[in-house]
């Protein structure tokens, strides 16, 4: 969800504390870990405190911070202090093709509905092709901007100069909805969630992503972090895999009064009905589907290479790698799939 910045470098060497694994818990390691407002089990895990109890098992305190953008998290991991952090697809592809040295680990979500085009009621749109004219916001170098673009360019057939796209992050694309500024915007729960109360969607990356490729958000570590501290790296997968083995297992008792729905609350905000109504547009992809040919060890690379090149038309990089696999590590899903 996920999203970007136009350019730049993405990752920088992390600053490494001291003590791995057998340290004594006082001299525990702390690991920056960057999340944005996108619902799902690996928010749960933050909220119930599982993610925690895993890292200090094996040595290490997480600091979590909450960012409001993908661009803004990759401008943090640029800054070499968080090693690992989300970050939707089309900004992995980006941050691989620039060179930068990490590794996506683990697959957040399958975006699908969860991202959509969403009209002002009374803006006059009714369709893509009314976009035209229109001013719509959208997180640039995102999912959602890529799907935008996408749609734009191979699903409608529309000319993206003639539509005044505006670089907005979520909140700003709130903030722009309430006073009237915008007519249409691009965007995820729980923003997505507030402009359906106002608008109606004319169209999502589910139905994009079927005339093209399907965007995810993930979780991506610098890689000499994940090499020089696979107790962390294990602990951390382990755990979040059984986060998401107990969602899979029982989707229908994450209710609005739920525990686990509270707690995504409390880390990002909205409201339990539409993080509800959120949770059902998204697909979580359990351990072995992860480690599988449908995403690590195929699909996301395919999705990769989609991106990158789309972003070489859309002149936002220079060229495309023609391997994206060695940004790609499925070894640690593997491991907690078994």
């Known amino acids: 969800m996920t999203d970007m910045t136009r350019a730049g470098a993405f990752l920088a060497a992390m600053t490494f504390g001291a003590g791995f694994g057998l340290a004594p818990a006082h001299a525990e390691t702390t690991v920056v870990v960057g999340y944005q407002q996108i619902v799902g089990p690996f928010i749960a895990a933050i909220a119930d405190g599982r993610l925690d109890a895993a890292a200090k098992e094996a040595g290490y305190k997480i600091d979590w911070r909450q960012f409001s953008s993908g661009g803004d998290i990759s401008t943090a991991l640029a800054s070499g202090n968080v ?6 697809s089309t900004g ?36 893509p092709a009314d976009l035209t004219g229109k001013k719509v916001a959208v997180p ?22 003639g539509v005044n796209i505006l670089n907005m992050k979520p909140p700003q694309i709130l903030a722009a909805w309430q006073r009237g500024d915008i007519d249409a915007a691009y965007v995820w729960p ?19 992503g079927a005339a093209s490729v399907p965007t995810f958000d993930g979780l991506v570590a610098d890689k000499a972090f994940a090499a020089e501290n696979p107790e962390f790296m294990a602990a951390f997968t382990k755990a979040l895999a059984g986060a998401y083995a107990d969602y899979n297992a029982d989707r229908a008792a994450w209710t609005e009064d739920s525990p ?25 992809p359990d351990a072995a589907e992860q480690a599988s040919e449908t995403w690590l060890t195929g699909g996301a690379v395919r999705a990769l290479s989609e991106s990158a090149r789309f972003l070489v038309e859309q002149k936002q990089i220079d060229g495309a790698l023609d391997d994206y696999a060695p940004f790609v590590n499925p070894s640690f899903a593997q491991a907690a799939a078994q």
């Open 190 to 208: 729980p923003v997505l969630t507030e402009l359906m109360k106002e608008g109606a969607v004319i169209a999502d990356s589910e139905q994009i």
């Open 260 to 284: 686990q729905v509270a707690g995504i609350v409390k880390m990002i905000g909205g409201d339990a009905a539409g993080t509800v109504e959120a949770l059902n547009m998204l697909s979580f």
């Open 92 to 127: 992995i592809a980006a941050a691989a093709t620039r060179g930068v040295e990490f590794e996506l680990f683990w697959i957040l979500d399958n975006i699908g509905k969860s991202e959509a085009l969403v009209a002002r009621n009374g803006s006059g749109i009714g369709k």
């Open 83 to 88: 090693p690992v952090g989300v970050i939707g």
């Open 140 to 161: 640039f170098v995102s999912t959602a901007h890529f799907h935008l673009l996408v749609g734009m360019d191979q699903v409608w057939k529309i000319d993206p100069r």
